[in-house]
């Protein structure tokens, strides 16, 4: 079995790029994905459900910095990854950019958001690049965590008031074609997947992974009484899986391309949070000079 690599091991150009490319659209996926669930944290239902929130989205902001670390390792800098999603050259994942309408909606999140999102990560644990391989670890006990509160949340609304039922289920149908567009384009349009696996970046294949969550988040939604918003969901006993219908992948492209529903308001909140936080970043180069300075001094 081959060892993970070091920062320091000799790489081809073209993984380093590939890691930078997959680990910078990580890192971006984790901040951007911040905004829709914070967008909720003033109007959770009570204050438990509040500090659950409040420590779920900073979980996030971890998950960004410990990615933009590791990627850093491969030459690249913060800087420079923050200005390629700010400019629209490095993209974040789709999921992020459809509207959080009600509190449903964070409990969907939650479940089927981060759900998919662990499904995809705890492979990567494995992952060929040591640093992004570590990284994976802490941000994978960190997911499972999330992905439970979210289910915790529909288990609460879909035994609660027809009301809640209803909005659990609304938030099911709104979501549920999103996350599976999550794991990307089906294998045969997926021009890195070969490549990715061969390097063993990747260590499944898109639909592959795909298909383990349907088969994982089926019975959980039947054990709450919501229905998938698929007519052709089917057990099917021969492959041990299920069948389901096909993605909207006319959506997923115009998402990706930047038309998702609120893709401007989410990529505006960013730039404005970058602005706003300059006196930060300014204030702590200079400590971090003056302290080189006294340093040096002081020698
Ligand atoms: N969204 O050849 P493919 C989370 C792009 S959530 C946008 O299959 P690859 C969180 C792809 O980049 C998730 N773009 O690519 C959860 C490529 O374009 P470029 C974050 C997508 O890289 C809750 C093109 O389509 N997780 O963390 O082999 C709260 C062709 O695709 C998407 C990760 O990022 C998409 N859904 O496979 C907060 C996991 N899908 O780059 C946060 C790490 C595809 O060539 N990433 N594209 O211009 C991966 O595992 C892989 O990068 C993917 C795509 C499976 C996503």
Redesign the pocket.
């Known amino acids: 079995m081959m060892n993970s690599l070091s920062r320091k091991d000799w790489m081809p150009e073209a993984y380093r790029k590939t890691l930078v490319?997959?680990m910078s659209?990580?890192a971006h996926?984790?901040i951007v994905?911040?905004l829709p669930?914070g967008n909720w944290i003033t109007r959770a239902p009570n204050l438990r459900r509040k500090a659950i929130l409040l420590a779920k989205v900073q979980d996030?902001g971890g998950?960004g910095l410990y990615l933009y670390a590791a990627a850093e390792t491969l030459g690249t800098s913060r800087d420079e990854m923050i200005e390629a999603l700010h400019s629209g050259k490095a993209?974040?994942?789709?999921?992020f950019n459809y509207p959080t309408l009600t509190w449903a909606d964070i409990g969907a999140?939650g479940w089927l958001?981060?759900g998919a999102?662990i499904m995809?990560?705890v492979p990567?644990q494995r992952t060929s690049y040591g640093p992004y391989a570590r990284a994976m670890v802490r941000i994978c006990k960190e997911?499972s965590f999330?992905q439970r509160q979210g289910y915790e949340i529909m288990m609460h609304l879909a035994a609660g008031a027809a009301e809640q039922k209803r909005m659990a289920q609304d938030a099911l149908n709104r979501w549920w074609q999103p996350s599976l567009?999550?794991?990307?384009?089906p294998d045969d349009q997926?021009?890195?997947?070969e490549q990715?696996m061969r390097w063993r970046i990747?260590r499944d294949t898109?639909d592959a992974l795909r298909q383990k969550f349907v088969d994982i988040t089926v019975p959980q939604a039947e054990a709450i009484g919501l229905t998938v918003p698929d007519p052709e969901l089917k057990w099917n006993e021969a492959r041990g899986s299920y069948d389901f219908g096909a993605v909207d992948w006319e959506e997923f492209k115009a998402v990706?391309k930047g038309q998702g529903p609120v893709a401007k308001e989410r990529m505006a909140a960013r730039v404005k949070a970058w602005e706003e936080g300059a006196w930060v970043r300014d204030a702590a180069r200079a400590h971090a000079a003056k302290r080189a300075a006294a340093k040096q001094a002081a020698e």
């Open positions: 490319r997959q659209q990580h996926s984790e994905g911040m669930e996030e998950h993209k974040y994942s789709t999921i999140i958001v981060d999102a995809n990560q990567l997911e999330h567009m999550m794991f990307g384009p997926s021009p890195n997947t990715s990747k898109n990706v």
